[in-house]
């Protein structure tokens, strides 16, 4: 049997974890595509340096094109991260007739039609199912699972660092400054978390799903993006008071051939099952037309679980070489791209005011939420001890966004309201 000839580009975590499982488990996989997987050859920083798993040093290069060129690797497995340079080995590795599978959620959510067209063009498979929610395989479900229904909503926890934080502050009343420190400290978060917090890391995710989810090509620009930096302890008690947990959730939603994509931190009923995804941990839910609500949960990172899609799509695209099906999945964006405009974004929002403590600010307030047929669901007044105005919670029924972007640009030049102090979109 002739063994099956792998480029890794990257040891670190994750391609230390490839490296493991495909040793490992080599019965296995060769019990499933009928022939030896081998890593052929491996990309590294620095070939002297110390590692924690034994690598044959003679299958160490330091030259990404050494890799790339050489004509008996089968297949490029890609776990380097980055975009420009990473994206010129990938096309040209296609262009060479070498499959690829890689995790690099930047990398196909900035170029991901373009590299796709070059897989097409070549007859060459591209996986990527590592890229979002590491060890969950939505990917594969959008695309396969999914093909015969049409999806209307994609909601999903798809950035761990961000729901350990919110979980942590949910669970121990802490500041965010504090359990982001304590984050950085256990390696959960970056030195520089703005990826992270500020939601970008999730948006990226976000454009691979709905691209894939709703067949059609959405650019990172077309999400609306709003991070964790401003959710603060007294927003993380109301919730809880009021039945809710606070999740950065990314949600992408398709009505009538017309499509809205956001992450932001959403107000979730406690007695929905993404409510209760904690710490590190992934959640994807996805509502069909005709299967209804269905949710994919489990590890989002860490070296193992990403490295178990990663072999998975793999062993995938042997499967198709053995067959003779490479680069026949067909190009998944065959719909045209209709955005959603503000009055046609629709859901419940919570907001917290603080205002002036006296009589009539309430009616005032109502009359607002009145002229632009905003309706409201529930309002709650109450003194606060360390605030020496009052402060008015307001749950609306459904409205849609430009009709609260009227509602809020109003609060701005009323005399009663002192500050909008938050305003988070609700679900569940």
């Known amino acids: 049997m002739k063994p099956v000839k792998v480029g890794l580009l990257g040891l670190g975590t994750v391609g230390t974890g490839v490296v493991r499982l495909v040793e490992g488990h080599q019965n296995d996989l060769q019990s499933q595509v009928g022939s030896p997987i081998v890593i052929e050859r491996v990309l590294v920083q620095n070939k002297s340096k110390l590692r924690n798993i034994s690598i044959d040093a003679s299958k160490l290069t330091e030259d990404p094109w050494e890799i790339v060129n050489d004509p008996t690797i089968d297949v490029i497995v890609e776990v380097m991260g980055g975009i420009n340079h990473t994206k010129e080995f990938i096309l040209e590795a296609l262009a060479q007739g070498k499959h690829v599978v890689t995790a690099n959620k930047d990398l196909m959510a900035m170029h991901g039609p373009e590299i796709l067209a070059k897989a097409k063009e070549h007859r060459c498979d591209v996986m990527y199912e590592a890229s979002v929610a590491g060890g969950i395989p939505i990917i594969r479900t959008l695309i396969e699972g999914f093909s015969s229904d049409r999806i209307t909503k994609i909601m999903g926890i798809v950035n761990g660092t961000t729901n350990y934080i919110l979980t942590k502050m949910s669970g121990e009343g802490a500041s965010y400054a504090d359990v982001l420190k304590e984050a950085q400290e256990l390696g959960y978060a970056e030195a520089d978390p703005t990826s992270d917090v500020e939601g970008l890391d999730a948006a990226r995710k976000m454009t691979i799903l709905s691209s894939i989810g ?40 398709s009505q009538d051939g017309q ?22 941990f992934n959640a994807v839910y996805v509502f069909g037309e005709a299967v209804g609500e269905t949710m994919f949960y489990g590890a989002g990172a860490g070296e193992l679980p990403t490295a178990t899609s990663i072999v998975a799509d793999l062993v995938a695209v042997v499967k198709n070489l053995k067959l003779g099906v490479n680069g026949q999945q067909g190009v998944t964006a065959y719909k045209e791209k209709k955005l959603k405009t503000d009055d046609q974004i629709s859901s419940k929002y919570f907001l917290l005011l603080h205002v002036e403590d006296r009589a009539g600010v309430l009616a005032r ?60 979109r609700v679900e569940g």
């Open 259 to 280: 499509i809205s994509v956001s992450v932001q931190p959403t107000m979730v009923k406690q007695s929905h099952p993404i409510a209760s995804v904690n710490g590190v």
């Open 214 to 253: 709703f067949r059609t090509n959405v650019a990172l620009e077309d999400v609306t993006v709003q991070g964790i930096s401003s959710v603060s302890k007294e927003d993380i008690l109301y919730a809880s008071r009021l039945g809710y947990n606070v999740k950065l959730l990314g949600i992408a939603e």
């Open 365 to 424: 307030i109502t009359q607002v939420f009145a002229e632009f047929e905003v309706s409201l669901e529930s309002v709650l007044q109450q003194p606060s001890p360390s605030n020496p105005q009052a402060e008015i919670i307001v749950i609306t029924h459904d409205a849609n966004k430009a009709a609260m972007n009227k509602v809020l640009h109003t609060f701005e030049s009323l005399d009663v309201i002192r500050k909008v102090k938050s305003v988070y």
